[in-house]
């Protein structure tokens, strides 16, 4: 049986797209069938992050549309076994996404994939709605800042009451807290939310907690997913969230401030 | 302001005042999400079919409103009809 994520946030430029790239290979890694789909239909990115943009032929809408069929649609990652990416349109239509269409594509991923990631645009429109209506888990992606907190619960409420489980009235969407663009050091000397402050605010568990590390626009530069990158702070966090997420009991890392040696603080580095 | 305010730079206590700010807000929306009951998508979709036996109108003339002001709550209902030449005749 497959499981539907979705990765949310409410807010823009959190690190959904990121965070659903790493979150897809850390899957497949692991030996599991994943495809990852991009909603954001007009904006697509998730083809960039994950390095595949000029293997893009058909997309998402075409599929919805009849006009190419999911496997002329379906990009296979050259780096990792199990896992492909179905691209968004760069339609301006956003009506394209319809729920017996999305319901059509999704049911298809079903047969063939253990996990179906899809990373939502930002905001609560259509393409938002599409991506969480689905889910049977979410990610929700926040930043230590007072926008993405509120705009994170706002998402928790849409969760709780449009997606298809909450109209059903099925087990509601197991929801998990990703903290990403975290400066401990920052937390440390109070001029930062805490872990402890959003996990008090949202009341959702804790599934990792990302680094702030320029090892992340590293990645994007070059079309690489951070997870890959695992001497990274960033990758590695990642990896332990996947490990976390697939039942591993570990402790969270990044946590506290590290205190930078003398050689760092003279040449840098994550 | 003092001069010990002065030594205790405002930077350090703005992560404070964050989360004061959101659990105000947070619970106050929170409330608000919660005084629209579950039932009020499906009230709207009913009365739009009640009203469609007599009169063709569609979703977006059909206003359902819930307030709640002190010990009551009021609902709003507010359905345009259209102008007399486009109804149709009840069938």
Redesign the interface.
């Known amino acids: 049986m497959a499981t539907v994520i979705v990765v949310t946030s409410g807010k823009g430029g959190v690190g959904k797209t990121t965070t659903s790239a790493s979150f897809a290979v850390g899957l497949a890694q692991r030996g599991y069938r994943t495809a990852v789909i991009d909603f954001d239909v007009g904006l697509r990115n998730l083809d960039l992050i994950m390095g595949c943009e000029r293997r893009v032929v058909y997309d998402f809408v075409n599929v919805i549309n009849n006009e190419a069929n999911l496997n002329q649609a379906l990009i296979r990652d050259k780096r990792v076994d199990n896992l492909y990416i179905l691209p968004a349109s760069q339609t301006r239509d956003k009506e394209a996404l319809t729920k017996e269409g999305v319901d059509r594509v999704l049911g298809e991923l079903r047969e063939s994939f253990e996990y179906i990631v899809c990373d939502s645009p930002a905001g609560i429109e259509r393409g938002a709605l599409m991506a969480l209506y689905f889910a049977d888990e979410a990610l929700v992606v926040t930043n230590p800042e007072v926008s993405s907190v509120r705009d994170s619960d706002r998402i928790l409420g849409i969760l709780a009451s449009r997606s298809r489980r909450a109209e059903q009235g099925d087990p509601p969407v197991q929801e998990h807290l990703v903290l990403a663009r975290y400066a401990p050091e920052r937390a440390h000397r109070g001029d930062m939310l805490s872990v402890e402050d959003v996990l008090e605010i949202l009341g959702i568990p804790l599934l990792g907690v990302i680094p702030e590390s320029p090892a992340v626009l590293q990645s994007s530069n070059a079309g690489v997913p951070v997870i890959l990158d695992d001497g990274s702070e960033a990758g590695a966090a990642y990896g332990d969230l996947v490990d976390r997420f697939l039942g591993k009991n570990l402790p969270h890392r990044f946590l506290t401030a590290q205190k930078k040696g003398f050689l760092k603080r003279l040449f840098g580095g994550s | 302001m003092g001069l010990f305010d002065y030594f205790r730079s405002p ?6 005042l ?2 004061e ?3 105000i ?2 619970a106050h ?2 409330g608000s ?1 919660r005084s629209s009951p ?1 039932y009020l998508p499906a009230l709207k979709k009913e009365l739009l079919e009640v009203v469609r036996k007599y009169v063709p109108i569609d979703q977006s003339q059909v206003k359902v409103h819930l307030d709640r002001e002190g010990g009551y709550e009021v609902l709003e209902l507010n359905i345009t009809l259209p102008d007399d030449e486009q109804r149709a005749p009840p069938h």
Do not use: C
């Open positions: 930077q350090n206590k703005s992560a404070a964050a989360k700010r959101l659990q807000i947070v929306e929170r999400r579950d």
